[in-house]
């Protein structure tokens, strides 16, 4: 059974850092591109970042690449969404991707709620 697991998200402050941690299980993780998304009330689902699958080159939206770090662990099956800096606009759903090296097979986690307030 796969399952992709996103835990980490909670209440920050403006200028505070968060940790989103997200567990696969149910397929071989080593072979999948691992990606964070985002998604505000009334906005669309916007990409935060991705890892390849041996973690070697990663990709930043623009609006994170200076504050926001992915990571993984394949030992582990997790891939890491470290965040920094965090800004109210950062407030969203976040979500994690797994998406198959040599097909359009995709994997999204439940998501979780990271939201920065005063």
């Known amino acids: 059974q796969v399952q992709v697991v996103e835990s980490g998200g909670g209440l920050v402050q403006p200028g505070g850092s968060l940790r989103l941690s997200c567990t696969a299980s149910?397929?071989?993780?080593?072979?999948?591109?691992m990606s964070w998304y985002r998604q505000a009330p009334g906005k669309e689902r916007e990409l935060v970042a991705t890892?390849?699958?041996?973690?070697?080159?990663?990709d930043y939206g623009d609006s994170m690449k200076d504050r926001f770090t992915i990571s993984r662990d394949n030992a582990k099956n997790t891939v890491y969404l470290q965040m920094n800096n965090l800004k109210p606009e950062d407030t969203a759903v976040y979500y994690c991707?797994?998406?198959?090296?040599?097909?359009?097979?995709?994997?999204w986690g439940q998501g979780t709620q990271v939201t920065v307030s005063s």
């Open positions: 991707k797994a998406s198959y090296r040599y097909n359009y097979r995709t994997y």
């Open positions: 149910g397929f071989y993780f080593r072979d999948y591109i």
């Open positions: 890892i390849t699958s041996a973690g070697v080159g990663t």
